[in-house]
């Protein structure tokens, strides 16, 4: 990460008088909220969770999940629920898979998905109740 630069240097230096901290240097104040920054979450699952989030940012892909929370469905299914063309709901499909989502089932000739977890199926009511 990039070391900040005079701008960022003033903004917290005023910021220390603004908050009132006094005996910590302004570099002290910038490592401690880097490191605060690092403590909170690790880079990895940040980058996970945004990937989730993105799967989720798409009302036919949620529709997906809530359909899928109901039972296994294939594609020629979901087809037909969502009134939409093969390639659209495989590429739906594909970014709720990449997500770590839904996971597919083969059975024979056929794959079905399902909901990877059930902490899916909470995450996406909680949403749903938030919104």
């Given at each position: 990460?990039?070391k900040?630069?005079?701008?960022?240097?003033?903004?917290?230096t005023?910021?220390?008088k603004v908050?009132?901290?006094?005996?910590?240097t302004?570099?002290?104040?910038?490592?401690r909220?880097r490191?605060?920054?690092?403590?909170?979450?690790e880079?990895?699952?940040?980058?996970?969770?945004a990937?989730?989030f993105?799967?989720?940012?798409?009302p036919?892909?949620?529709?997906?999940l809530?359909?899928?929370?109901?039972?296994?469905?294939?594609?020629?299914?979901?087809?037909?629920?969502l009134n939409?063309?093969?390639?659209?709901?495989?590429?739906?499909?594909?970014?709720?898979?990449?997500?770590?989502?839904?996971?597919?089932?083969?059975?024979?000739?056929?794959?079905?998905?399902?909901?990877?977890?059930?902490k899916?199926q909470?995450?996406?009511?909680?949403?749903?109740?938030?919104?």
């Open positions: 990460m990039k900040s630069g005079c701008a960022s240097r003033s903004r917290v005023r910021l220390l908050k009132k901290i006094e005996g910590v302004t570099e002290e104040y910038a490592r909220l490191k605060l920054s690092e403590d909170v979450i880079l990895e699952k940040a980058e996970k969770a990937k989730v993105s799967a989720v940012s798409d036919v892909r949620i529709k997906i809530k359909l899928l929370e109901k039972e296994s469905l294939c594609v020629c299914e979901l087809m037909e629920a939409m063309r093969q390639p659209l709901i495989s590429y739906h499909l594909k970014l709720l898979r990449e997500a770590g989502l839904i996971r597919p089932i083969k059975k024979g000739k056929w794959v079905f998905y399902k909901i990877a977890d059930k899916v909470r995450m996406i009511d909680k949403i749903i109740e938030l919104a």
